[in-house]
């Protein structure tokens, strides 16, 4: 699971909007949506968001570390290609890139 389904989950779970978390934390609720949405997350805040949502600084931690563990023993043992791919780019290179799968899917959906 990644930090941002987690930090959602955790967070709908303490019945928390995004507004009400991103002030326990100090960010703005854009930033929330960002996080939850997979961008990267500053270690500063890490313990920032642990401390609101009252679980241990380790929760978002040791997570990756069993992914990052897990990954590496999988392609050790049958050498597949299981890998992912994280690409930092501006907001509205998202926003276009969305706006023109969404006409891709429709355009698809029409001619079926």
Not at 44 to 56: F, G, H, R, S, V
Not at 72 to 79: E, G
Not at 92 to 100: F, S
């Amino acid at each position: 699971m990644t930090t941002g389904i987690k930090l959602k989950l955790l967070r709908e779970k303490r019945k928390l909007s995004q507004e009400e978390l991103a002030y326990k934390v100090g960010v703005v609720q854009a930033t929330i949506g960002n996080w939850e949405r997979g961008k990267s997350i500053k270690m500063e805040y890490i313990q920032k968001l642990a401390d609101a949502l009252d679980i241990p600084f380790s929760y978002f931690w040791d997570e990756k570390e069993k992914i990052a563990d897990q990954l590496s023993k999988n392609f050790a043992v049958n050498n597949e290609t299981n890998f992912e791919i994280t690409i930092k780019a501006p907001n509205n290179l998202y926003d276009e890139l969305n706006k023109k799968m969404d006409f891709i899917i429709n355009r698809f959906n029409s001619i079926l």
